[in-house]
């Protein structure tokens, strides 16, 4: 049976992980996304055909628009990186990962914002499958996607599974950065 790793916000974890257990998967839920080094601790390695990293709670804080984006990135944003991490260990060989976009309240959102974030996380993906490569695959998906949609992607069920995957399937990450830096000069 197949096995995942969900976390982000409770009600999204379980609107997500019932999706999966109706398709007849396992899922193990965290909520906090601090706590998935401990969860992947308990499960071992090679425990999970795949991780969902949904949108965390979090409240933005700061006394000016500089210090709330600063706070938001460095401990939401940024904090996909070492759950990412501890993750890593206990996923199967190519096992898929899913990253769904979080939204910041609009007083500080900006267009540049969304870009900065979903070019953060990419990275994490890429820089995930620097350090597996044996066939990880990443999806990222916006904010907006519902839980049937997160759960067949994480499966491979997703009618715009290519779409989704573009620009992370197959290669190497020196590739990748070939074909990257190769298109940043084809747009300049």
């Known amino acids: 049976m197949a096995r995942y790793l969900v976390s982000g916000i409770a009600s999204f974890v379980a ?9 007849g998967a396992e899922f193990v839920g965290v909520d906090d996304i601090d706590d998935v080094p401990a969860a992947c601790a308990e499960t071992g390695p090679g425990a999970f055909d795949g991780y969902v ?25 940024l904090a ?11 996923l199967r060989p190519n096992a898929q990962v899913v990253f769904v976009m979080g939204v910041l309240p609009p007083e ?6 969304i870009a900065a974030r979903g070019a953060l ?13 044996d066939g990880l695959r990443i999806a990222v998906l916006a904010a907006d996607c519902s839980p049937i949609d997160v759960a067949r992607t994480v499966l491979g069920h997703h009618p715009e599974w290519d779409v989704l ?20 000069n084809t747009r300049i």
């Open 165 to 184: 995957t573009a620009g992370f399937a197959g290669g190497s990450y020196a590739d990748w950065r070939t074909e990257l830096l190769g298109m940043m």
């Open 121 to 133: 996380v990419r990275l994490l993906g890429t820089a995930a499958r620097a350090d597996k490569p």
């Open 15 to 23: 609107d997500v992980g019932a999706v999966l257990s109706e398709h």
């Open 53 to 77: 990293q949904l949108p965390a709670t979090f409240a933005v804080t700061g006394d000016t628009a500089v210090d709330a984006v600063h706070h938001y990135f460095r401990d939401g944003v």
């Open 108 to 113: 500080v959102s900006t267009e540049h914002d």
């Open 80 to 90: 996909r990186y070492p759950a990412m991490a501890a993750a890593l260990p206990s």
